[in-house]
């Protein structure tokens, strides 16, 4: 199916989830679907009225509340509140998980070394890279295809931490 139909989808879905929302008849699950709709429709604004509003405490709907805040705070470029936002997260997952395996962790720590290094906290990046691939972060596809290395690409640093992926 060509892009064109998928963008008319999401128009037609984020529409229906409009309108139960204003009638107040929309679950908080369809609610956190409607802020990452308007999250890929560009509507930031409203996903940010959405996800600020979001009181709901179940630890499964929060986590996705905290990945769609942090999604939306790198669409936007707000780089230092992601910091803040990533952080939660971290602690958050380590919270829910606690002394067992945390599949949670390994992404969260990689998105913090990510935004370091879109911020030019190149160390601060580096590291948190490396303990990303040490809690098991291993997309070595993604690490290497993704923009926010581009600056660390040729450093001694960058293939140091990469050879034993």
Known sequence: MNTLFYLFKLEEATHSLNTLFKENQISDEQLLLLAQNNILQKKYEEAENILQSFDNQDENLLELKYRQQILLLQKTR?????????NDYIE??????????????????????????????DNLAIKTLKEAIEEGFDYKNVIQNDPAWDTLRKTKKWKDVLKDL
């Open 78 to 86: 707000k780089r230092n509140k992601s910091i803040k936002a990533i």
């Open 92 to 121: 958050f997952v380590s919270t829910k998980f606690g002394e067992t395996y945390n599949p949670l962790l390994p992404i969260g720590l990689y998105e913090l070394a990510r935004t370091n290094a879109y911020l030019h906290k």
